[in-house]
Structure formats: C-alpha cells, structure tokens
T-cell receptor, first 116, second 114 residues
Framework: DGGITQSPKYLFRKEGQNVTLSCEQN?????MYWYRQDPGQGLRLIYY???????QKGDIAEGYSVSREKKESFPLTVTSAQKNPTAFYLC???????????????FGNGTRLTVT | SQKIEQNSEALNIQEGKTATLTCNYT??????LQWYRQDPGRGPVFLLL?????KEKRKERLKVTFDTTLKQSLFHITASQPADSATYLC?????????????FGRGTSLIVHP
C-alpha cells in the first residue's frame, strides 16, 4: 500500500540534544512538508520541499533543519536551538506544490517528541 | 494579520442529526479551501476541496460551501454517526511564489452521541 511512514511514533530526548525525525513516502510525490501541531493550535508549517535538493522555510523554521537528497525521504532535525521542541510532528506529501487543486496533502501518523 | 478561525469548543450532536462546522478567515484571498479529518494521535486525512469560484461541493454525506464575500466555509455532515466523531480541520490554500501551501485552522472537535 502506498503511504507515508513516520518513525518512531514516540521519541524522548534530553534537552540540548539534536534529534532527527524520519519521513518516507512511496507515493511518488514531488512535494513534501513538515508541520508541527501543539494542543489547541493549528498545524504550523516548518519546512517544505517541492523537488529533490530544494527546500523552503515555512512559518516556524527556526531551530529546525531538513534535507531532501531523495524523492522518497524528507528527514527533519530538531536542533538544540529550538526553544520548545516538545510537540506532535506531522510529515505530509502532495503530487506537486504547484497544483493545489489536484494536490491535497497526504499525512503520516506523526511522531510525538518529548524533550525533558 | 491573516487568521483562520474554527470554533474551539467541541460540537456535540445526536446521531442522525446534521453537523455543521464553521471556518472563518480574515486578510486572506485563498484560491482553494480544503477540509481534513483528524483522529486522536493520527495524521489528518483529506476529505474535500472547494475552489474560490465554487459555491458548494458534495461527497456522499459531506457538503462544503464557500462564501468568499462572507469569508466563510461551512462543512456539513448529514445523518451523522458516532464514527464521524473526530477533529475537523479547514485549510486555506493560496499561491505563494509559484507554490500552493495549505495553512490550517486549529480544528473543531465533533462528538456524535448514539
């Protein structure tokens, strides 16, 4: 079955450590996205990538980094510079970021990161 | 500043009734509006999309309206069932440098009682 896989589902880290969240898709989608969800808040865009080797900052990119070396993979690193890293992180993909009518987002089931 | 507003209070209804959820926005000129369903601990799932020049879209028991004058979308679930209980998110999509990136509201929780 095609879909998006995020791993792990739960992640615990100590403050000051960098941590990388995995996101893999086998939908052959060009565009991939990372959103963060906090209780009572909407999804906020961290980074997105329209094609391999290219990515753009979203609304809350500070303290995060990404790479897009393969079409299928878009890992997110939460660095120690991120002030409030504890959150639910959602990865998504779409056929193309430039064709919204035919490109709703397909989401993974998220990684819940807890930093203490 | 741009805002997307969805009712933060949960909507409680009886099974069989029609649920109506509201999405209001300000300082936006979206090209499209999307609705997603999110179950606890899971990622959102796309339900419906409506374009700015469309008044209404239907899919089975779901109906979405889009009023660009009122800056409002209504999402209806007819003949609601307990299985429809979830959080429903609206997302506005506008063009930005050649890309169309959805911006999400915080969602409204729907609880359908048997």
């Amino acid at each position: 079955d095609g879909g998006i896989t995020q791993s792990p589902k739960y992640l615990f880290r100590k403050e000051g450590q960098n941590v990388t969240l995995s996101c893999e898709q086998n939908l052959n989608h060009d565009a991939m996205y990372w959103y963060r969800q906090d209780p009572g808040q909407g999804l906020r865009l961290i980074y997105y990538s329209q094609i391999v080797n290219d990515f753009q900052k979203g609304d809350i990119a500070e303290g995060y980094s990404v790479s897009r070396e393969k079409k299928e993979s878009f890992p997110l690193t939460v660095t120690s510079a991120q002030k409030n890293p504890t959150a639910f992180y959602l990865c998504a993909s779409s056929t193309s970021a430039g064709q919204a009518y035919n490109s709703p987002l397909h989401f993974g089931n998220g990684t819940r990161l807890t930093v203490t | 500043s741009q805002k997307i507003e969805q009712n933060s209070e949960a909507l409680n209804i009886q099974e069989g009734k029609t649920a109506t959820l509201t999405c209001n926005y300000t300082n936006y000129s979206p090209a499209y509006l999307q609705w997603y369903r999110q179950d606890p601990g899971r990622g959102p799932v796309f339900l419906l999309l409506i374009r700015e020049n469309e008044k209404e879209k239907r899919k089975e028991r779901l109906k979405v309206t889009f009023d660009t004058t009122l800056k409002q979308s209504l999402f209806h679930i007819t003949a609601s069932q307990p299985a429809d209980s979830a959080t429903y998110l609206c997302a506005l999509v506008k063009a930005s440098g050649g890309s169309y990136i959805p911006t999400f509201g915080r969602g409204t929780s729907l609880i359908v009682h048997p």
